[in-house]
Every structure is written in C-alpha cells, then in structure tokens.
C-alpha cells in the first residue's frame, strides 16, 4: 500500500504539472477548470479505490470502482480537454528566442522509405506453426471427448459423505441413500441439461411419497454469470414439494429468473424430464401431464426481429436508423437477455453441447442463425452489427472523438496474439470441456455485472480502450468475432478449391 | 519555416507519440489480463 502512495503522489504531482501548464497556454474558466480537476481527481481517486480493494480481496469492488470512476473520470478530462481545446482562446507565446525555436525544429522533409526487413520467421515455419495450431485443435477436441466419463456416483458421495450410497438403476442413473430396500424410498435420480455456455448435472431427490425433496447441483460447465444468478434467486427451492407428475412447464407452474432464461429453463427442463421418469417407471403413474411448447413470446420476437434487421444495410449503416439499431441491441441482446455471443458458444457446437430448440430459441436465432449465416451466404452478420459490446465500444468512441493506435510494431503483432489467444481459449475449451473457462470475453460481466476472479480487469481495461482506439476489443481480442471470421475465411477457400477443381 | 508552425509539428509529433504510449500501454495491459484469465482457467482445470 505505501508503494500505492507513492504512486499516487507522483501522480498527483504531473497532474498538478499538467494543469499549470494547461493554463498557462489556455485562458481557462470555471468550466474547463471544474472539468479537468474533477476528472484528475476521478482518475486518481478509481485507482486508490481498486488497489485498496484488490488487497482487500474484492476484485469485483475494484473493477466496479475503475468503471465507474476511472471511466467517468477519464471522459470529463477527455471532453473539458476538448471544450478548452476547441472552444477557449489560446494565450499567445511571444517568439522570443528563435535560436531555441531552431533547437526543438523538426525534420518534416519525406524520409526514404527504408526497405523492408526479411521476416526472421520463413514462410514454411509459420506454415507449420498454423496447420500444427489447427492439427493440435483436433487432438484437443478428440481427447476431451474420450478422456473419462462423469463420475456420478463420486459427486453424490461428495454431496452425502456420511450416508450409504446404492446405485439402484442405469438409465437413468439413480441412487439409493441408506441400503436398497431399506426404510422408505430417498433416492437421486441423476439428469442431465444444456445450458447457454455448457452443460451440468442435476441430482433430482425424491422420496417415497412421490414429491421432490431437493434439487441437487452435481456439477456444472455454464456459464458461472448464470449460475450465481440461479444460485442468488433460491430457484432450487422453488421445487421442493413438487409431485413427481407435476407439469414442470416455465411460465405455467414454474418462473424463470430473469437475466438467466436459457439456463433456467434447461434446468426447469432436466428436472421435468428426471421427475417424469420417475413417475412412469417408479409410481407407474399415466402421463397426464401437459406437452411443452414452443416457447416462442416476446423475448423470441424480439431476438428475430433484430436477427433478420442484421442482413438489412440500411439499418446498420445509415443514420438514424443505425444508432435506432445499436441502442436495440445493447438493451435487448445485451442488458436485458444478456445473450452475447461468446467464443463458448461456437466451441460448444463443436462438442455438441446444443440445447433444445424448443426451449432455447433465442440460442438457436443468435448461435446457429450466425453460423449458418456464415456456411450459407458467407457473411457475418454478428460482428460490427448484431453484437451488444460493439454498440458500447462506438457510442464510447463517439464520446472520446479520438482514434488513437499502438506502434505499427505492436500492430503487426497483434495479429498473430490475438490468433494465439484464440487457440489458447479453444484448447482450453476442448480439453476441459468448460466453454466458460476459456471464454474471455467481458460480455456477462458487462451486462449483468458478473464475473470471476481476474476477468473483473479485463472490462475496465476494454471499456476504457475502447474510449481511446476504435473497436478496441473487436480488433484486438475479441476471440469470439476472431472464430467467426476464420470461419468466414475457411468458407472462402473451401469454395476457392472446389472452383479450382 | 514559421517558429509557430514548428512549434505546431512538435506539438502535434508529441500528442501522436503520447497517444501511441497510451495505446500501447493500454493494449498490453489487456493483453496481460486476458493471459492472467487464461492461466486462471488452467491452472482450475488442472487442479480438478
């Protein structure tokens, strides 16, 4: 901490430098001044906050501390920056000695262009680097899939430590707590969902009297964002005392919780399709039960009115219905289903981790509408126009008015780091089979404040980016538009090599 | 060449340097963070 006051204080000290100088070349007034003091101080006082909650333990306190006062702060300073510079009269500098003036004067005259250095990486080895990136996906995809099956019996012995445990049947999995045929029935019948960024187990635990005594999660590969938010909301609760053949149909017997519909709803669905089984093969009960519909209401209509607005140029390129356009899809597809794609999603599809259409309409629209958007006409139509996180980095762009960039240097590596991190995500993805551990993106932190560990930092520092360079995730990071483009590439030369032929 | 368009050159050739330092620092501390997560999944994974 004293290092942090240190810091501070030598902070404090160029900001100080700063505005003398400022004001010495500007003719200030109460407005300018107010701006950029109070922008200083914001600044200054967002990175006291975030180290005081970083040791503290609360990396969440801290991430919310650099957004709302860090990024504040960093927007007055930037538009009392150019209010001064725009709109308050400049002091004159007298000319005095023009022998300093020829001290600082600067070479403008057209340097040659120097030649072009050879590559130190030959054409053949980044070759080999890119078919072995795409070669060890393959492997990754293939040992994740065979490595060993869920151990269900381990993760009820987890959750039931004192108990004696017996596996009573194999489809589906059930469990007996005490010995078999002992006392009345406790038995875990073990179920399966889909979830948006994965899948997780479910222990179903029913007694004798045909009714639900406790909904136990086993394990999970969703999205953490989703999962706290069922977690906060006690939705397990909601299903103690249920009958075993009761409808279990969300929106008729069962709520969903908002900002955590498709999970919800999965869950909703594993439960129905675990407590169904029982009543049929357990209690020998007839299906009375009602038929699941199509869930299809306004949140669908929605998601397909914005899909469809996606393959129209005027919408998304001419004003105004352009910023109409954006402002939809950041509240819609953003804040109020916080349904961003994420590069979980389509590494999903490839381990088959794809929900029911039935119920997850909005997954099917945004995930499988963009793929075959890409397979079928060869556009992306998520990125740069459906995608909520964009929509904040422009308005955030429009506000800053500068379009600043890294050095070319840093530029031409950006390209193969951001194909790196891009693979580190995939292999991680595949070999874990956890599409949230390698999904990077802010986007659930962004729109429904949720987040873990070190992935708090990662939307200050995009948001804040984003204020200074264009498209400062999209460009530079974002995995998921980076899937989609390579996508689009290897749709290009698939079509390039059947043409040839 | 003017003192004031001089001065100009310079001033606008240290507001582009700036702004590239920025750019620069901004881009790989994200970087940095984006690894951290990375590494933070990892190391979870294998520790299972």
């Known amino acids: ?501 | 060449m003017a003192t004031a368009e001089k001065s100009d050159a310079k001033n606008q050739g240290g507001e582009l340097i700036g702004g590239t330092i920025l750019a620069g620092a901004l881009y790989i501390v994200t970087v940095l963070f984006v690894l951290g997560f990375l590494w933070q999944s990892i190391a979870s994974f294998m520790l299972q």
């Open chain 1, 1 to 501: 901490m004293g290092f942090t006051w240190y810091f501070l204080g030598l902070l404090t000290t160029g900001s100080a430098i700063f505005l003398w100088h400022f004001s010495k070349r500007y003719r200030l007034n109460w407005l300018a001044w107010s701006g950029l003091t109070l922008g200083i101080v914001l600044i200054l006082f967002s990175i006291a906050w975030a180290v005081g909650s970083v040791l503290e333990g609360v990396p969440r306190a801290a991430s919310m501390g650099l957004l709302l006062f860090g990024l504040s702060g960093i927007v007055i300073l930037t538009m009392a920056s150019r209010y001064t510079l725009t709109k308050r009269p400049e002091i004159l500098q007298i000319a005095t000695e023009p022998a300093l003036a020829k001290a600082v004067e600067i070479d403008i005259t057209p340097q040659k262009a120097k030649p072009a250095k050879a590559s130190i990486v030959s054409p053949y080895f980044s070759v080999a680097i890119r078919y072995g990136a795409y070669i060890s996906l393959i492997i990754a995809i293939v040992v994740g899939l065979a490595s060993e099956g869920k151990d269900y019996e381990g993760m009820v012995r987890n959750k039931f430590k004192d108990q004696k445990l017996t596996k009573v049947n194999d489809d589906p999995v059930v469990f007996q707590l005490g010995q078999k045929g002992a006392g009345p029935g406790n038995y875990v019948l073990i179920q399966e969902g889909q979830g948006y960024g994965g899948p997780f187990v479910l222990g179903i635990r029913i007694m004798e009297d045909g009714k639900i005594h406790e909904i136990i999660p086993l394990d999970h590969k969703e999205t953490p964002a989703f999962i706290k938010k069922i977690e906060d909301a006690k939705y397990r609760d909601r299903f103690v005392g249920k009958k075993v053949s009761d409808d279990f149909i969300v929106g008729m017997d069962v709520n969903a919780v908002s900002g955590a519909t498709v999970t919800t709803m999965a869950a909703v669905e594993a439960i129905r399709n675990g407590a169904h089984l029982a009543a049929v093969k357990k209690f020998k009960l007839k299906p009375k039960w009602e038929k699941v519909p199509w869930k299809f209401g306004l949140d669908e209509i929605l998601i397909l009115v914005i899909f469809v607005m996606a393959f129209v140029p005027r919408i998304y390129k001419e004003k105004p219905w352009k910023y109409i356009y954006m402002v939809a899809t950041i509240g819609i597809v953003g804040f109020y289903l916080n349904a961003a794609i994420s590069v979980g999603n389509i590494a999903g599809l490839a381990l088959g981790y794809i929900p029911g259409i039935k119920e997850h309409f909005i997954w099917w629209i945004l995930v499988v509408g963009t793929v075959l958007g890409i397979i079928i006409l060869g556009k992306n139509v998520y990125c740069y126009r459906i995608c909520p996180f964009y929509g904040i980095e422009y308005l955030l762009q429009k506000i800053s008015g500068m379009k600043l960039n890294p050095s070319r240097t840093l530029l031409k590596r950006s390209r193969s780091l951001v194909n790196f991190l891009l693979w580190l995500s995939l292999i991680v993805i595949f070999l874990s089979k956890h599409p949230a551990l390698g999904s990077y993106e802010p986007f659930a932190m962004m729109f429904s404040l949720n987040g873990v560990g070190i992935q708090w930092f990662i939307l200050p520092v995009a948001l804040i980016g984003s204020f200074f360079m264009s498209t400062f995730w999209c460009r530079f990071f974002c995995p998921c538009g980076h899937a989609l483009t390579k996508l689009v590439q290897f749709r290009k030369k698939l079509i390039q090599i059947f043409r040839n032929r």
